[in-house]
């Protein structure tokens, strides 16, 4: 009973399990592929889901990927491509989410549409 009453208020304890497995995994990576990581890892934090589980599938399979990369032999910019922003949009996309700033940027077209409707031809 009183876990269930501290985990609604600090959050689940099982997604903190998670995170912390994940931090431990991306430290077992070689230094270029967690410094990769770490910052796509930032960058996701700033621009992708608001949901802790989605943010969470998405940060461990980032994890699997570059632990694969890593085993494989494969270089940071073979993985991410010439354009960081655009994989990290693209890998956040396969997700079906477009996080806060693409429900803003929705949002945003939507209303410039709005507008367009209400001005009356000159």
Excluded: C
């Amino acid at each position: 009973m009183a876990a269930r009453w501290i985990e609604t208020i600090t959050g689940s304890f099982d997604d903190k399990k998670r995170w912390r497995a994940y931090k431990a995994r991306v430290q077992q990576l070689p230094p270029s592929h967690r410094t990769a990581v770490e910052g796509i890892e930032r960058y996701l934090m700033m621009t992708g889901p608001a949901d802790g589980d989605y943010l969470l599938q998405m940060v461990d399979d980032l994890a699997e990927l570059f632990e694969r990369a890593a085993a494989d032999g494969t270089l940071v910019r073979e993985v991410v491509g010439d354009d960081p922003v655009e994989f990290v949009d693209t890998f956040k996309n396969n997700y079906g989410l477009a996080g806060w700033i693409g429900k803003e940027q929705r949002r945003l077209a939507d209303a410039i549409q709005r507008a367009e409707t209400e001005e009356k031809p000159r």
